[in-house]
């Protein structure tokens, strides 16, 4: 793998290859704070630069919480500033990533299914960690509450080319939406 230092400096000849070893080297459950905080900076920088979101400026309406019938939703600008909650970002990244392989290692000829809820502009937890598995392996659906939000997220996909992992794509209030193939429950307690 390309040492870190250099990744964070040029990176590859693709944004996407470049988040790809970034996110392998997030993978580390012993990573320093201070590397974990540059690649995750750096991160944030490529993702903003392809979709022109920063979390910090933007469109005057990406600056708007949403109004919602449960309450308020964040704006665009900050769904991408909760990249930047690094010990956030990292252990969670981590945690989700063991929770695919475990559903791999007891579902092994299953292509696992992940529902990923309030993705927001980024949907760092499907653009990072989808690149690490096949389109076999793993597939998404992203529930957005924020219609801006999730444009930005499937213009993020399309620009990765991660479009053949994205099952799905819904604008919704999660807490009263219905998925329209949900999978039995009883498959998954036995």
């Known amino acids: 793998m390309q040492p870190l230092d250099e990744v ?5 000849d693709s944004p996407a290859k470049t988040i790809k070893i970034l996110a392998t080297y997030l993978l ?14 750096r991160i944030h920088e490529i993702f903003s630069e392809l979709v022109v979101v920063s979390g910090f400026y933007g469109e005057d309406e990406w600056q708007q919480d949403v109004k919602t019938a449960a309450g308020w939703a964040i704006s665009v600008n900050e769904a991408a500033r909760c990249l930047l909650d690094y010990r956030r970002t990292g252990q969670f990244f ?4 063991k ?39 793993v597939q998404f659906s992203l529930i957005e509450i924020n219609k801006d939000s999730l444009k930005i997220a499937k213009s993020l996909t399309k620009q990765m080319r991660l479009n053949n992992y994205l099952r799905d794509s819904f604008q919704a209030d999660a807490t009263h939406y219905q998925v329209p193939y949900p999978q039995p429950v009883s498959r998954f307690f036995h």
Not at 123 to 134: D, E, G, K, R, V
């Open 94 to 97: 981590r945690g989700f990533h």
């Open 8 to 12: 964070l400096e040029g990176g590859l």
């Open 99 to 137: 929770a695919i392989l475990e559903a791999k290692r007891r579902f092994p000829d299953d292509t696992i299914e992940v529902l990923y809820v309030g993705c927001g502009p980024y949907a760092p937890f499907f653009t990072l960690i989808a690149p690490m598995f096949s389109p076999n392996e």
């Open 28 to 41: 580390d459950d012993h990573i320093e704070l201070e590397h974990e905080e540059s690649i995750i900076d």
